[in-house]
């Protein structure tokens, strides 16, 4: 069983998708009501599974007339995204930056499913027994070595 989570995540992938522009805004306080949940709940999902890492841009204004705006972050080309996201790894990547990027790889159909087993399995900080921030920088490294080969795969 999906948790609450999970089904506000994939309402919100859905009416982006399902939007005519390049962006949505919501209000916190409805989509809280709609789902039974407090507006932290709301805040939580949108901090947690719609970061830059997994290609998605949120901009917030407060006050009576707020809202969240969340947009989605497209590139015409997939070696586009692949260098983007080298760029972001530059600084190294953190356990929950390298999922976001594995889960926008495969969200992106970039990567499939068993490939996306085996690069979070490759770079989990149980496989990586070393210490912080040695550990971030050897992640980093080894994801970016995963994403240059992508990327001259998809230009052969």
């Known amino acids: 069983m999906r948790n609450i989570s999970d ?3 994939g309402y919100l992938k859905q009416v982006i ?5 390049d962006h949505i805004e919501i209000k916190r306080s409805e989509v809280a ?3 039974q949940c407090v507006p932290s709940q709301i805040n939580y999902v949108i901090n947690t599974r719609f970061t830059v890492d997994r290609g998605y841009l949120v901009e917030s204004k407060r006050g009576g007339g707020g809202y969240i705006r969340i947009k989605r972050i497209r590139f015409h080309k997939k070696s586009d995204v692949l260098t983007e996201i080298i760029e972001r790894l530059e600084q190294g990547a953190t356990q929950s930056m390298a999922e976001d990027i594995v889960f926008r790889l495969l ?3 970039i990567i499939s499913k068993r490939e ?7 770079v989990d900080r149980s496989t990586l027994l ?6 971030d920088d050897v992640r980093a490294r080894i994801l ?5 080969s992508l990327k001259f795969q998809s230009n052969t």
């Open 7 to 9: 089904v506000i995540e």
């Open 33 to 35: 009501e709609k789902f």
């Open 116 to 122: 996306a087993k085996l690069m979070l399995s490759a």
């Open 144 to 148: 970016i070595a995963m994403l240059f």
């Open 17 to 21: 998708e399902l939007s005519e522009r």
């Open 130 to 135: 070393l210490p912080l921030p040695l550990r």
């Open 107 to 109: 969200d992106e159909e």
